[in-house]
């Protein structure tokens, strides 16, 4: 009986090591088969359709989105969903808007128009190891040109501490990038570029010399800095160079120079050392680069018209009369402007105080003229930058910031007035827009606002993705 019993005994045991290795077998398929599924973006679809579906959702979903899993984040993050995106024509235009905090912090914040949500975007990189040069006060020696320019930094709260003091913003194959700029007393060559995908700012390939306060604009998927100051042996030096960065092979390209040429015929060598070109603006028109300039001596800016990029021909030429007189002007100089539905658009604060005027450029006239309908905002005189212009879903929006410190963002729609915006045809300009047959609140449209406390508006740029 014994001996029965322990062959049972083996039996059994025999059996349950075999059941266990099939529970273990079963185990192993099983969590194979899970580990398959739960691998796709979706369990039990392709990941081709899973990508369609993800390509559908909105950009405000993304960040919940990227917290589901890996695979998630993985394709989140991704250029393909991005490219589904486009196919499908699901692509958002967002506005990003650059400020500055206390004088010393630059800080981005990004608005969804459709959902009127604001993010902030993370910190720009810290430049603290960045070569350190001599004082700004021993360097700029006693010229004239040093002198100004020493005041205007003095009068800008001591910015040769201040990172990327002076950038300039520009955005092309949707990314933003912050070009040059100042820090301890430094022009800087470095150039940053912030991926909306990846949520992550990374340094590209840096400029063939150091720039602060140079402008910028696009014109074929190219970026294109030109002018600012930067510094030599001598001083602070303002530059008539400019240079065209190619995002797709990350390299940059010299360009003539820009040639000044109503700023030497200046009638003594006096003038000619007090009086600098400086490049005021630039806005891509018109399949080339339109740049008003100005002679500057702080803190005076006079208008000596502009000069005109060809890229096809490699060549620059003067700007017409009528657009380069007519030019609206702003503090320091600046001029701002936007191409909206093939019209240029400028901005002129020297309306009544709580008004601000539009004028568009008519081609075939080659004059500025005042679009009838201001804009209803106060006029922030003691701002550095108290209005922006951009364009977003072809529309004109202006951003600024009101006397309750918001950030105020406003659409102006004509088309639902007119049936159309101004033309820039000399036969059919649009005569109804100018002569303002309607009231300002209904062709603008405050859409969003957000609270900026001390904060200064410095500059913004739309991306779509």
Excluded at 45 to 64: G, T, V
Excluded at 136 to 144: E, T, Y
Aim: hydrophobic share 40%.
């Amino acid at each position: 009986m014994g001996a029965r019993m322990s062959m049972n005994n083996q039996s059994c045991n025999e059996f349950f090591d075999a059941s266990q290795s099939e529970a273990r077998k079963r185990q192993r398929t099983s969590s194979s088969s899970l580990w398959d599924e739960t691998a796709r973006l979706i369990p039990y679809l392709p990941d081709e359709i899973s990508i369609q579906i993800l390509a559908r959702l909105p950009r405000i979903c993304h960040f919940n989105a990227k917290l589901v899993s890996r695979t998630w984040r993985a394709a989140l993050t991704s250029k393909e969903v991005y490219q589904v995106r486009k196919e499908l024509g699901k692509t958002e235009a967002w506005l990003y808007v650059l400020t500055k905090l206390s004088g010393e912090k630059l800080v981005w914040h990004a608005l969804d128009p459709v959902n009127g949500a604001w993010l902030q975007l993370p910190p720009m990189p810290s430049i603290d190891g960045f070569r350190r040069g001599l004082r700004l006060w021993n360097m700029v020696g006693s010229s004239i040109i040093g002198d100004t320019l020493r005041s205007w930094i003095r009068r800008r709260d001591a910015s040769d501490n201040i990172p990327y003091c002076g950038c300039a913003i520009g955005a092309v194959d949707g990314c933003l990038y912050v070009v040059g700029g100042f820090f301890r007393a430094s022009a800087m060559k470095s150039v940053w570029r912030f991926d909306p995908i990846l949520n992550s700012w990374s340094e590209v390939a840096p400029m063939s010399v150091g720039r602060g306060y140079c402008k910028i604009g696009v014109l074929n998927n190219k970026l294109y800095v030109v002018g600012g100051v930067t510094w030599d042996p001598v001083g602070l030096t303002p530059l008539q160079s400019a240079e065209m960065y190619d995002p797709c092979t990350d390299t940059w390209t010299k360009l003539p120079s820009m040639p000044f040429l109503k700023a030497q015929v200046l009638p003594t060598g006096f003038l000619s050392d007090l009086l600098k070109p400086m490049a005021t603006g630039l806005t891509s028109y018109a399949g080339k680069l339109y740049v008003p300039q100005s002679l500057y001596c702080w803190p005076f800016f006079v208008d000596v018209g502009g000069e005109v990029f060809d890229p096809v021909m490699n060549t620059w030429n003067e700007m017409p009369d009528g657009m380069a007189e007519g030019w609206p002007a702003r503090q320091a100089g600046t001029k701002l402007s936007v191409v909206v539905d093939e019209a240029l658009y400028a901005l002129d604060p020297s309306g009544s105080p709580d008004r601000v005027r539009i004028k568009v450029y008519d081609n075939g006239e080659d004059a500025w003229k005042t679009v009838g309908v201001d804009v209803p905002m106060r006029d922030i005189g003691d701002s550095d930058s108290p209005y922006l212009l951009t364009d977003c879903f072809g529309k004109l929006h202006v951003i600024a910031k009101d006397v309750n410190r918001n950030i105020v963002v406003v659409q102006a729609d004509w088309r639902n007035q007119y049936g159309s915006g101004p033309s820039t045809s000399s036969g059919s300009f649009g005569d109804h827009l100018v002569n303002g047959l309607a009231s300002s609140e209904e062709v603008w449209k405050v859409i969003a606002t957000k609270n900026i406390g001390s904060s200064e508006l410095v500059s913004c740029q739309i991306l779509e993705i």
